[in-house]
Every structure is written in C-alpha cells, then in structure tokens.
C-alpha cells in the first residue's frame, strides 16, 4: 500500500460506524424532542383538564410509555438481528421511528379531539419505544462488529453513542428556534415543527444504513449454524434461561448512562423551570453547550478507555459521578447560565464520559450467536425500569421537598452507585465470554 493511500480494509468499518452514527443520531433525536415537548408543552396540549404539576406528571407519564415498549423492541428486534441479519433490524426500526415522529407532529391535540388525542399520542410514543428499543442494539454491533482489531472495538462501538448527544444538540436546536416563537405560535404550530423535519432526516439516514454491508461477526455465526445440525434455540429465551445473571448486571451497568443522562436531560427542564423559576431559554442554552461538551467527551473517552484500560476507566467515572450532583445543585441553585452550565456540565462529564464506553464492555460480555438480543435487552429493561422512571421520580421529589434539592442529588448518586458496582461484578463474566469467543473449543 501506497504511503498516503487510505487502508481498504478502513472501508467498511468508517462506513460502518458513519451509519452508526447518523442513525442513532436520527432515532435519538426523534426521541429527545419528544422529551423536551413533554417537558414544555404536552401537558398543556394533551392534559389540558390536569394543570401544573399533574399535568407534567401526565405528560413524563406518556414519556414513561416509550421506556416501558423498549425491552419488547430489544427482544423482537434482537431476534431479527440475531438470526436473521443486523442490517435489516435497523433499516425496519429507523423507519418506524421517523414515520411515529411525523405523525406525533400532525397529531390533533385535546381541544380538537378529545380524550383521543392523548390515547393517540400514548400509541405513537409507545411505536418510538419498540423503534429505540431495536435501535441502539444494532447500532452499536454493526459499528463494533465491523472493527478491524478486537482491541478496537471500545472505540468503534462508541460511534453508535456519539449518535446521543448529536441528536440531542439537533432537538435542542430545533426548540431554541421554535421557542423563540409568541407563546401562543409556540402552542399552536411551533412545537410541531422539529417533529415534522424528522421526515427530512428520515430519508437521509435510510440511504446511508441501506448501503452498509452485514456485520462480519454475524456471517461468521450464521455459517457456524448452517453446520450444526440441531436447530438453534430463540436467543431471548438462551438468554433469558442460559444467562439471567449476566442480563442482571448488564441492565444495572447502564443504569448511569441511561437514568443519569434523562435526569440531567430532561427532569432539569421541569425542575428548573417549575421549581427554581429559571427562564425556559436559559436551560434550553444550558443544555445545548452541555451536549457540545457530551459530543466531544464520547470519542475522546472511548480512546482514553482504550489506553488506561475499559473496566478501570468506567469504575473512575461512576465514582466519580457518585460525588457530582452536590456540585450540580450547588451551581445549578445559583441561577446564571454560567453557574447552570458549570453545574450539569459537571454531571455530564461524568455519565457523559460512562455512556460512551459502556456500550462496547457490555457488548462484549455476550457470545455473537445471542448478542443483539442480549445487550438489546440489557440496555432497554434498564431504560424502562431507571429511565423513564427517573423524571417522575425526580418530580415527586422536588414537589415533595420544596426548596430542597438533597433528595434529589440522593437520587442521582444512588444511580451512579447502581452502576458502579453493577460494572465491578461484570468484570469476570465478561472475561470469560471473551475468552470463549477467542477459542471456542475453550468454552
């Protein structure tokens, strides 16, 4: 090969995980601004006849629902992904993301049409969870799968992460434009406008995913399978009897990355602008800097990771994500977009820096021929028991402890301590499969 000439091995792996990225990029998006419209608007829109703290309670209630659709997506889309191809998962779970979110921007809100505009809503929400929930699984193989060096898994898979906060600076954009709109624009058409652009993003993001091969891993297994002779079993259910404590601690292990991120992402919306009286802009500002920082931490902590060592580097950042909500409170309590930006910036860093390298060490604790569907399953049963949970939660708190935030930092820190602990346990299960895979006539 000639000097300057790029590796045509490279191909397929920055293919791979472009792919990984732009699609997640769109299916985080088209979830975020869910998030945020129910944090700003739904309440007002759907629960009319439930004011204040109700009728926000309300509306995380339908953000919950996506949560909840998540592990049905994992298991349904995991199985595609497993036995029939990772490709075609994430063509099928990009579409019906993009097609969900469209309509949630032409939806009819309560005052056209009634009790159906929330039961509509509820349905489409729940569509979203089962697309995400199939989603993030693939994505993060097909990056990972494709990498030329085992040894670099860490960093390819975390090109399915940058794909979070990308398309958290994309919502969060969106609404700063339509936020700047009167109030009253702002209720009636504004809030649709971020949702109706996924149609854009949608067309963009298929022919990108359309034009990436298969993972290698998965041909490799598929052939493998061809030469058994006996039929294979369902991969949820191998995981589900074959391995209940690894899912057990795979699910703990992203609970930082998965509750952290929607109590910084979301709940700090509601809270600061309900509770500490804040301007609904200067949070918006706040957390649009602080996803620039998250999109530039991702990468940077995959390599760090990959020097220092993976289970040693997300030890270091739970730890150090246990001690920062007193900090973030602390500044966020102060009030000035400064203070505010210092303050979850700290958080962020922190579960920031966790996110991006988790992806890849829970991938790698599950064998090939059961992955999709483990990590699928792993990462969405922690979003629907911690994530969705975690703004309700933080909104009973602060309504229950007014003028108090130690609860809440409570809560965060015993988030971050789930997965600290829950990543020291996994340490030697994921050796062991590791190991296997490596020799399978070890196993």
Same mark, same amino acid.
């Given at each position: 090969?000639?000097?300057?000439?790029?590796?045509?091995?490279?191909?397929?792996?920055?293919?791979?995980?472009?792919?990984?990225?732009?699609?997640?990029?769109?299916?985080?998006?088209?979830?975020?601004?869910?998030?945020?419209?129910?944090?700003?608007?739904?309440?007002?829109l759907f629960f009319p006849q439930v004011d204040g703290?109700?009728?926000?309670?309300?509306?995380?209630?339908?953000?919950?629902?996506?949560?909840?659709?998540?592990?049905?997506?994992?298991?349904?889309?995991?199985?595609?992904?497993?036995?029939?191809?990772?490709?075609?998962?994430?063509?099928?779970?990009?579409?019906?993301?993009?097609?969900?979110?469209?309509?949630?921007?032409?939806?009819?809100?309560?005052?056209?049409?009634?009790v159906w505009a929330p039961v509509l809503l509820v349905?489409?929400?729940?569509?979203?969870?089962?697309?995400?929930?199939?989603?993030?699984?693939?994505?993060?193989?097909?990056?990972?799968?494709?990498?030329?060096?085992?040894?670099?898994?860490?960093?390819?898979?975390?090109?399915?992460?940058?794909?979070?906060?990308?398309?958290?600076?994309?919502?969060? /954009?969106?609404?700063?434009?339509?936020?700047?709109?009167?109030?009253?624009?702002?209720?009636?058409?504004?809030?649709?406008?971020?949702?109706?652009?996924?149609?854009?993003? *949608?067309?963009?993001?298929?022919?990108?995913?359309?034009?990436?091969?298969?993972?290698?891993?998965?041909?490799?297994?598929?052939?493998?399978?061809?030469?058994?002779?006996?039929?294979?079993?369902?991969?949820?259910?191998?995981?589900?009897?074959?391995?209940?404590?690894?899912?057990?601690?795979?699910?703990?292990?992203?609970?930082?990355?998965?509750?952290?991120?929607?109590?910084?992402?979301?709940?700090?919306?509601?809270?600061?602008?309900?509770?500490?009286?804040?301007?609904?802009?200067?949070?918006?500002?706040?957390?649009?800097? /602080?996803?620039?920082?998250?999109?530039?931490?991702?990468?940077?902590?995959?390599?760090?990771?990959?020097?220092?060592?993976?289970?040693?580097?997300?030890?270091?950042?739970?730890?150090?994500?246990?001690?920062?909500?007193?900090?973030?409170?602390?500044?966020?309590?102060?009030?000035?977009?400064?203070?505010?930006?210092?303050?979850?910036?700290?958080?962020?860093?922190? *579960?920031?820096?966790?996110?991006?390298?988790?992806?890849?060490?829970?991938?790698?604790?599950?064998?090939?021929?059961?992955?999709?569907?483990?990590?699928?399953?792993?990462?969405?049963?922690?979003?629907?028991?911690?994530?969705?949970?975690?703004?309700?939660?933080?909104?009973?708190?602060?309504?229950?402890?007014?003028?108090?935030?130690?609860?809440?930092?409570?809560?965060?820190?015993?988030?971050?301590?789930?997965?600290?602990?829950?990543?020291?346990? *996994?340490?030697?299960?994921?050796?062991?499969?590791?190991?296997?895979?490596?020799?399978?006539?070890?196993?």
């Amino acid at each position: 090969m000639s000097r300057g000439n790029p590796d045509p091995r490279m191909h397929q792996p920055v293919r791979a995980s472009t792919a990984a990225f732009v699609g997640t990029m769109i299916e985080w998006y088209d979830f975020y601004i869910y998030a945020t419209a129910a944090a700003l608007v739904f309440g007002k829109l759907f629960f009319p006849q439930v004011d204040g703290f109700y009728g926000t309670l309300a509306a995380f209630g339908t953000f919950a629902v996506g949560f909840f659709a998540r592990p049905l997506g994992g298991a349904v889309f995991g199985h595609i992904g497993d036995r029939i191809g990772r490709k075609k998962s994430l063509v099928i779970t990009l579409l019906m993301m993009g097609v969900a979110t469209v309509l949630i921007g032409l939806l009819p809100t309560y005052q056209t049409i009634g009790v159906w505009a929330p039961v509509l809503l509820v349905v489409l929400r729940f569509i979203q969870g089962i697309a995400v929930g199939g989603e993030w699984g693939g994505a993060v193989l097909m990056a990972g799968e494709h990498s030329p060096d085992q040894k670099r898994r860490t960093f390819f898979a975390s090109f399915a992460q940058l794909g979070s906060p990308a398309g958290l600076i994309l919502s969060m /954009v969106m609404f700063k434009l339509v936020t700047a709109l009167p109030d009253e624009d702002f209720l009636s058409w504004g809030w649709r406008i971020p949702f109706l652009f996924s149609a854009v993003m *949608l067309v963009i993001g298929f022919a990108i995913r359309v034009s990436v091969k298969e993972s290698p891993d998965f041909l490799k297994e598929q052939e493998r399978r061809l030469q058994q002779a006996k039929a294979a079993q369902p991969p949820l259910w191998e995981v589900l009897r074959g391995a209940p404590g690894l899912l057990a601690m795979a699910v703990c292990a992203n609970v930082l990355g998965i509750a952290g991120f929607y109590f910084t992402n979301t709940f700090m919306i509601a809270y600061t602008t309900s509770y500490l009286g804040m301007d609904r802009a200067l949070i918006l500002n706040c957390l649009l800097i /602080v996803s620039i920082m998250q999109f530039f931490i991702t990468p940077l902590s995959a390599y760090v990771a990959e020097r220092v060592g993976v289970h040693r580097f997300l030890v270091a950042a739970a730890a150090f994500s246990v001690a920062t909500p007193y900090a973030m409170f602390t500044l966020v309590d102060q009030g000035s977009l400064t203070s505010v930006v210092l303050g979850v910036g700290l958080a962020v860093a922190g *579960l920031g820096a966790f996110y991006a390298v988790i992806a890849g060490y829970v991938s790698d604790s599950f064998p090939t021929r059961i992955r999709y569907t483990g990590i699928s399953m792993a990462y969405q049963l922690s979003g629907a028991i911690f994530g969705g949970l975690t703004p309700i939660v933080g909104t009973i708190l602060a309504e229950q402890y007014k003028g108090q935030w130690w609860p809440l930092a409570l809560l965060f820190s015993a988030i971050s301590l789930i997965s600290l602990v829950s990543v020291m346990g *996994l340490r030697r299960p994921r050796e062991r499969v590791m190991a296997a895979q490596a020799d399978p006539h070890a196993a």
